[in-house]
């Protein structure tokens, strides 16, 4: 087949691995699809952690017809035990004739070991089609298991002049019902939630998914040094989606416990004023937590900011002026503008009369 055929499969992989996003917990998201003769014979997606991946699904579909077919995915076949068996040697086993990939898998249990297994079976493999769309699909998962540390989208909804809420605290509603659908479906694709404590005591959320369709609550994670959150909050609901609290040394040992005997899980991290931001993504990685977005105020933007530790920027804003104090990013700032945060890979958009602006943090200040 040609580049254009195999980039036109390639693409339906990579369709069907994205619609998966938020459902696979730590492990990536990947498509399948099997051709044989010009004609579709076997799709699949990974759906779950600790089911069938995309090449088991699509093989399935294909049955008898897998032999002497192409396979199409989205990311190098596996070649290890884990939860389930490995993929490249469903691939070998069913007699597939090519293999098709997009990305190479950053795991260090892969990493180019599935490809030769199936190459050391006479098997055809080419690699590198629309590979950096699989990248940006598994980013996520590519910092996770390359560092063990979770992949951090901030997003903040403001107004021009970048206030969060006005002078009295008021942020209902900053953005539009468009940009606001799409912060759950984000939402959705995160597996946590994280904002400070600030925010948590001023809007009292419950940070779920609330979408016309129905999606995934993520788990929710407040920073919060002192233990002020309060036992009425609706975040020590845990019968929404978990909760964790990350807090220090200094805190109250019997608050712990009582967030404890609320199944609230606490993490100690750091001693005094201030939490230990890198130690409590690391501790977040620990608990298999993948990835987290972050919804701030603008306190814990600014810490995350400066201990370079938000990978993805996604803003908002609204077409108003409100003036104030709140703004969206507060910390010290730094001493020359070559030192400034910027974005690679941006992206704009307008949603009805809001505009969002994305990318990838890129620091020139650490």
């Known amino acids: 087949m040609n580049l254009l055929n195999d980039e036109f499969y390639m693409s339906l992989a990579l369709d069907m691995a994205e619609r998966a996003q938020g459902q696979t917990e730590i492990n990536p998201v990947v498509g399948c699809v099997v051709v044989k003769d010009g004609r579709v014979v076997g799709m699949g997606a990974h759906l779950k952690r600790g089911t069938g991946h995309a090449e088991v699904h ?13 396979a199409y995915v989205t990311l190098e076949p596996c070649s290890h035990y ?13 007699g597939v004739k ?15 070991s599935g490809i030769e ?3 050391s079976h006479g098997i055809e493999v080419v690699t590198g089609v629309l590979a950096k769309r699989s990248e940006r699909l598994n980013e996520t998962f590519n910092k996770y298991i390359t560092t063990g540390m979770p992949f951090v989208t901030l997003k903040t909804a403001s107004t021009l002049d970048g206030r969060l809420a006005s002078r009295t605290g008021d942020s209902k509603w900053i953005s539009n019902a468009a940009a606001r659908e799409r912060v759950h479906a984000m939402r959705h694709r995160h597996q946590a939630i994280m ?25 929710r994670i407040v920073i919060d040094s002192k233990l002020r959150i309060g036992n009425e909050a609706r975040l020590l609901d845990t019968t929404l989606a978990p909760t964790v609290v990350v807090t220090t040394t200094a805190a109250d040992r019997a608050r712990i416990q009582e967030l404890q005997s609320r199944n609230v899980q606490v993490l100690v991290c750091g001693e005094g004023e201030h939490v230990d931001l890198q130690l409590a993504m690391r501790r977040l990685g620990e608990l298999e937590i993948s990835s987290i977005l972050l919804e701030g105020g603008g306190k814990l933007n600014g810490a995350m900011l400066e201990a370079g530790l938000v990978d993805r920027m996604t803003l908002f804003f609204a077409p108003k002026l409100i003036g104030g104090t709140l703004s969206t990013f507060v910390f010290d700032g730094f001493e020359r503008m070559n030192q400034a945060v910027t974005l ?20 020139h200040h650490l």
Not at 83 to 92: A, F, Q
Not at 344 to 363: K, M, P, Q
């Open 98 to 112: 090519r293999v098709v990939v997009a990305a190479v898998d950053p795991n260090p249990q892969v990493a180019g």
């Open 82 to 94: 884990g939860k389930t068996p490995p993929c490249s040697d469903r691939l070998i086993a069913e």
């Open 117 to 119: 297994r199936l190459r």
């Open 58 to 70: 699509a093989l399935n579909m294909a049955g008898a017809e897998a032999k002497g077919a192409t």
């Open 344 to 363: 690679d890979e941006v992206e704009v958009e307008t949603l009805d009369d809001n505009v969002c602006i994305s990318g990838r943090a890129l620091y």
């Open 195 to 219: 904002v400070g404590i600030g925010t948590a005591l001023a809007d009292d959320p419950e940070l779920t998914t609330r979408t016309e369709v129905p999606g995934l609550n993520p788990i």
